[in-house]
């Protein structure tokens, strides 16, 4: 009854929730790329000129003050509502045809039970019931179809450019590893588009992806199976995982520390140091650090995507020394920045080595 998949998202129930979830994306494309870049350009002149002030004043006056500014109003009100209407749409469009969908997940879990393990007994941490996360109804785990409305959602919030994970595949074949590593491991792996990248790239190699999430998780499971890729998924925190110490030789994390509390972040690094092998490496694809004090549109942007999107822990971590942490328990920390090509702007990248 549905309409046709794009790559290995499943098309929506009916042409008409297909055409209106493109019609979202449209608008947030829109927004993006013609709304968003006058917002930077006025929190830009309009921070200069209130950086000389004497003492300069915090990023929260340039924040409010952007908020007369009508570009702005009708940036923040854009980006609000395309991100409610690409959840709504999606989980409308998916609710359709809801028991097909559960089957579906069903009988992955019954053809390859051994790669999916999830905890009956997982407690979820406090921080991820905290608020819906990115205005996602019921975050990533209280809900069965979550694994593919996220899937959709992150479609209309890359506008189209992650169809065929890109993205995801890009960071999987750039990261550091070192000769043929027997076991990878993907944190916060979500629905699993670098883990099957990371299969794909190391097809000898036994693949992990863990997420406190079961919904992204068997979604993920799901996903693989249908891609015909082994690729173990496991219910767990990164920051208290079941693996042996010195037993993974590389670890990716997609946009995961952003959404963390400091210190979940700082459990999450310290597993990584425990279960690395010596020589390997741990690769952090995430948000850039923002001074505290930086008076720009990119700095109010970010206050928008918390304030307005539901984004709680994102400026603790753009504000943290992060790359400290890292050194904390890493000798070998690179932190060039290296703007990777998303729709939403860039992402910094930093790799760290564990001592051999
Ligand atoms: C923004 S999503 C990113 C998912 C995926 N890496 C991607 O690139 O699409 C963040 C993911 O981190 C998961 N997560 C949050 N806290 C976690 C933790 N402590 N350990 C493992 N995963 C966690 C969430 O459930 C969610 O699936």
Known sequence: MSRPDIGTLRGAATLDDESYLDFVEGLRGFNLGTMVPKLVQSGNAIGAAMGKAEPPPSVHALFHRLGDVPVAQMTRRMMRSTQLMMWSGSFRSYGR??????????????????????????????????????????????????????????????????????????????????????????????????????????????????????????????????????????????????????????ILSMILFHELPRETAEGVIREAARILRPGGTITIVDFPHIPQDELSGRHCMRLFDSWYNGEPFAPGFVY???????????????????????STGALQIRVCRKSA
Request: aromatic fraction near 12%; charged fraction near 25%; proline fraction near 5%.
């Open 97 to 250: 045809f809801g028991d097909e969908l559960a089957g579906w997940l069903d009988e992955a879990e019954q053809a390859t039970p051994g790669l999916l393990t999830i905890d009956p007994d997982f407690a979820y941490p406090d921080y991820a019931r905290q608020q819906d996360i990115h205005l996602m109804p019921g975050s990533y785990q209280d809900d069965a179809l979550a694994g593919f409305v996220y899937h959709y959602g992150s479609k209309i919030f890359f506008t189209g450019a992650n169809d065929d994970d890109h993205i995801h595949r890009v960071m999987a074949d750039w990261c550091p590893v070192d000769g043929k590593p027997g076991r990878v491991l993907d944190i916060g792996c979500g629905i699993g588009q670098s883990t099957t990248a990371l299969k794909q790239r190391f097809p000898d190699a036994e693949v992990y992806g863990i997420d406190i999430a079961a919904p992204m998780l068997r979604y993920a499971h799901a996903r693989a199976h249908h891609m015909g890729l082994a690729v173990h998924f496991a219910q767990a925190s990164a920051a208290h995982t079941d693996f042996a110490d010195n037993s993974i030789d590389a």
């Open 320 to 342: 943290s020394d992060f790359t400290a942490l890292l050194r904390e328990h890493f000798d070998d920390v690179d932190d060039d920045y290296r703007p990777a090509a998303t």
